[in-house]
């Protein structure tokens, strides 16, 4: 009867030794599942809370696209990132100095005058670093067809929108003027955005306007429909001449049928650069330059002038100091 005794305590210990076994083992899965899992969230989280891109007009591809860049800032990271439309590529830059917002899109001859202290800028801007050169902005100067405004020299004594006063617009083209022989002394300038510069040329007040934007403008997409639109040529000779004091100038086309336009119309173009605040940190900046990428397909459904932008392209048109958070990404892409 002891011997029974003692095999059935034994017999006990073990069982309980094994159950013990088990629940470590539980244990120890739920804790490493737990660690996977919040080491999965901070992942996708950034160490700011806030991520204010600077666009442009609200019609213009700048706020479309970024509007839709945002959206996915928010869903990946659980941000406040949002838009802010202005004046666009001279405010940008200003609002990034002032560190009011995070992230911009402006055009590279402003973002080229910024690190420069140049033109609009009295002193050099040293708080702003390239993510990306994005996509050409086409110079669309546009006029009645019965204007008699063929090219920009025939602007001399006409109204003329110039786009929102220190826009990337107005830098063009003021740039563009000049490079004709002209100053705004030779013109009556008005200072208009998108959205007010073809409501002007529609009721008559201006005679040609300055619309510098990816394609198609949806401003300009709405006037053709009711108003018979023009598009004033820029030959490439002359952008090539312009393009030796301003070599961010580039001669191309804006395809036939883009306006009803039945042929192709040859202008002046720029690139566009994604910009950040260079005191943001290298780790957010990977996320966000990666996050961009990986939302191009969806950024191209929002608007068609972002489907210009590639890894390649991207590299290739930059003309700021690359922020070391993007170059992360691209040094990371460049291994696989």
Excluded: W
């Excluded at 048109?317 to 460049?334: M, R, S």
């Amino acid at each position: 009867m002891f011997k029974k005794s003692v095999v059935l305590v034994a017999t006990a210990f073990a069982l309980a030794a094994c159950s013990d076994d088990s629940n470590d083992s539980a244990s120890t899965t739920s804790a490493t599942t737990e660690t996977e899992s919040s080491q999965a969230v901070a992942d996708n989280k950034l160490e700011t809370r806030f991520v204010t891109i600077a666009t442009g007009g609200a019609s213009g591809p700048y706020n479309i696209i970024a509007t839709s860049l945002a959206d996915e800032y928010s869903k990946v990271f659980g941000v406040n990132s949002k838009t802010q439309p202005t004046g666009a590529s001279v405010e940008n830059i200003n609002l990034l100095n002032q560190d009011k917002v995070e992230v911009a899109f402006v055009m590279s001859d402003v973002l080229t005058d910024a690190i420069n202290g140049e033109n609009s800028f009295p002193n050099k801007i040293d708080k702003v670093q390239q993510i990306a050169a994005l996509y050409p902005n086409y110079v669309q100067v546009v006029t009645s067809t019965n204007s008699g405004i063929e090219t920009l020299a025939d602007l001399r004594g006409k109204r003329v929108a110039v786009g929102d006063q220190n826009s990337g617009v107005e830098v063009n083209a003021r740039n563009l003027i000049e490079g004709f022989g002209m100053t705004y002394d030779d013109l009556s300038v008005d200072y208009l955005g998108y959205a007010e510069a073809t409501d002007a040329l529609k009721s008559g007040r201006i005679d040609a306007a300055f619309l510098t934007s990816g394609l198609p403008n949806a401003s300009l997409m709405e006037l053709q429909q009711s108003f018979d639109l023009q598009i004033v040529e820029i030959p490439a000779d002359r952008i090539a001449e312009i393009a030796q004091d301003k070599p961010f100038f580039v001669s191309l086309q804006i395809p036939q049928g883009t306006y009803g336009n039945e042929a192709d119309v040859p202008t002046a173009a720029i690139q566009n650069a994604l910009v950040v605040h260079k005191d943001m940190s290298e780790d957010d900046v990977y996320k966000l330059t990666k996050t961009f990428f990986e939302s191009l397909p969806r950024l191209e459904s929002a608007h068609q002038a972002a489907s210009s932008i590639s890894l390649e392209g991207a590299q290739a048109g930059l003309v700021a100091p690359v922020h070391p958070g993007a170059q992360k990404y691209y040094d990371e892409v460049a291994t696989k």
